[in-house]
């Protein structure tokens, strides 16, 4: 009887635990708001951030070897050739040790000490991103010590030449890799473009001389003096053995570059230790602004100093973000920058009551992605509303560009986008723009500040005989295929009396009229008329010839045989009408 009621006591709880188990459960709501799950994320990922920037060997490796505050240990120049030769394993360069290196790498250990700690911080904010686009390019990544010596990681230095930036590019060289300068900003300023328009041009003198320590030197003096060091050399092609004949500056530039690459990498041993880093470069946001805006308003919405905005964006020389396109853009700690995405509609409100500013569309040549202002292919953009587009198995970027109508430079730009590869999954979004071609339109002083470009003026040229269309280009300073474009020609033939739509950059005094020397022919046109070039026939009479009927018109026998494809030059009879227009 005992052992039949434990049974069923054992049954019954058996029983009562799995039908415990079969019972539904009650749904679990989370009572986590989505804005404050967002903000715990955002908070999560700023803790991590801060922790990996504040990670470093040096503590341990100064510990270990028990230095003392202000300590400038002793280093042997056999131990500083031992740790040059383990660096020359791993980079292309040849980081000889000889005196000339050894010397300076002394002369810095002891009298430059602070500029090296001062670099050895401020390359927390940089050579993550140095390294980036070193990889892009496939160059080696020891050229991130190059900008040590160039600017000392100061973005806003500019030397008593003129080079101005990281990478301390003189105007001229900038403005042929790509970077704009206005009053409001200089690109050569901006570590992101200036790193790239570097990584450019480290790379094109390599491929020139086909060594890296030449393609410092040159970086430095100019492919010019290289050649010419090499010729008095007796051609010969390594740093080493021109370096007698390089300008004196250049002669230490690569054994500073060594120096800074040795100290940057030993600088441990060297009881060098880093000033604090105020950020890091993984802690960095990005923003692009739809409208120009004040820092100051910026500081007001998310209690972010103006000073500080400063630092973390040096290319504006000002604290006004002028609107242009591509969009201006703008960098800040992770928390900051999130805030004002979120705000950013509040942002612009601010704007307008504390400054009156109207949001405007922007004036833009950016079909296809051009930039250049000096085409007809001008159109309006209207800041409109987003979609999202889920990247599918098989999509490119350029196919979704084309699904769109937009480029793919837009869509890497409103996505932060770093490569044209995305993956499969992705959100993309992409703006439903509302795109009006318009005629080039007269420009006047009252709204150039819109654009950073030069100032336009649209003008009607009536072409004169022995005019012809490169005549009239060089004449506005523009190009061939622009005139071709605005007014819709074929082919370079024109006529005499043919009027010509022209967008030029020439100064204006006021409004529509232009301080050039402009013959009484060319008119200016506030209008934005279209013209269309009419046709004009000629009746041929007795006597004629096709070669006088051509000069009769100002036109070249070869313009007129193309205005008729179809008339036999020596065939022609009295009545037969040619086209001279």
């Known amino acids: 009887m005992q052992k039949i009621v434990t049974f069923l006591f054992i049954f019954i709880a058996i029983n009562s635990f799995f039908g415990q188990t079969k019972k539904p459960k009650t749904d679990v709501k989370d009572s986590i708001s989505s804005e404050a799950f967002l903000t715990t994320v955002e908070q999560s990922l700023e803790l991590f951030y801060a922790d990996y920037a504040n990670q470093s060997n040096y503590d341990s490796i100064i510990n270990a070897l028990e230095y003392e505050a202000n300590f400038t240990p002793e280093v042997t120049d056999e131990v500083i050739c031992e740790r040059l030769a383990k660096m020359n394993e791993l980079s292309p360069f040849h980081l000889d040790c000889n005196p000339s290196t050894i010397s300076v790498i002394r002369f810095f250990a002891k009298n430059r000490r602070s500029f090296i700690r001062i670099a050895l911080g ?3 904010l940089y050579f993550d991103m140095y390294e980036d686009a070193l990889a892009k390019y496939d160059i080696p990544i020891d050229l991130r010590f190059l900008s040590v010596i160039e600017s000392g990681l100061r973005p806003q230095v500019k030397s008593p030449a003129g080079a101005l930036g ?13 970077m704009k300068e206005n009053s409001y900003f200089d690109e050569r300023m901006d570590p992101v ?8 041009y480290l790379k094109r003198l390599h491929g020139i001389y086909g060594d890296w320590n030449l393609a410092l030197a040159a970086y430095n003096a100019g492919p010019g003096n290289i050649n010419k060091a090499i010729r008095r050399s007796g051609n010969k092609r390594t740093y080493w053995e021109i370096r007698p004949f390089l300008p004196k ?18 600088h441990a041993e060297h009881n060098l230790v880093p000033m604090e880093a105020k950020i890091h470069c993984s802690q960095l946001d990005t923003m692009c602004l739809t409208l120009g805006v004040h820092m100051e308003s910026i500081a007001q919405l998310v209690d972010w100093k103006v000073d500080e905005i400063q630092i973390l964006n040096p290319v504006y020389k000002k604290t006004y973000i002028p609107l242009t396109y591509p969009n201006q853009c703008i960098s800040g700690p992770l928390m900051k920058i999130g805030r004002l995405v979120s705000l950013e509609d509040s942002l612009y409100k601010i704007e307008k009551q504390v400054y009156g500013t109207q949001p405007q569309p922007i004036i833009s040549a950016a079909i296809e992605g051009k930039t250049n202002l000096d085409t007809n292919e001008m159109v309006t953009i209207i800041p409109a509303d987003f979609v999202f587009h889920k990247v599918r198995k098989g999509e490119s970027l350029t196919r979704i560009a084309q699904k769109y109508k937009v480029t793919n430079s837009q869509i890497m730009e409103w996505n932060n986008l770093r490569s044209t590869k995305v993956p499969v999954g992705r959100i993309l979004k992409i703006a439903k723009k509302i795109i009006e071609p318009v005629t080039p339109p007269v420009f006047s002083d009252s709204v150039l500040g819109l654009i950073y470009y030069d100032s336009l003026v649209t003008v009607y040229h009536l072409v004169q005989r022995n005019e012809n269309i490169e005549v009239i280009g060089n004449k506005y300073k523009v190009s061939v295929e622009n005139i071709k474009k605005w007014n819709n020609l074929k082919d370079n033939l024109l006529s005499i009396d043919q009027r010509l739509l022209i967008v030029t950059s020439i100064k204006m005094s006021k409004p529509g009229m232009v301080l050039n020397e402009i013959s ?3 008119e200016v046109i506030k209008t934005n008329e279209k013209v269309v070039p009419q046709k004009k026939f000629y009746t041929i009479k007795s006597g004629d010839y096709f070669n006088r009927i051509a000069q009769k018109h100002g036109l070249t026998v070869q313009q007129l045989q193309k205005l008729n494809p179809g008339v036999n030059a020596s065939k022609i009879r009295a009545g037969q009408q040619v086209r001279v227009k």
């Open 249 to 266: 500056e250049t002669q230490g530039y690569v054994p500073n570059f060594i120096a800074a690459a040795y100290l940057m990498t030993y």
């Open 122 to 124: 401020r390359s927390k």
């Open 520 to 522: 009484k022919t060319e």
């Open 193 to 200: 473009k200036a790193t790239d328009a570097a990584c450019r």
């Open 166 to 178: 990281l990478w301390q590019f003189m105007y001229g060289t900038g403005k042929m890799f790509g």
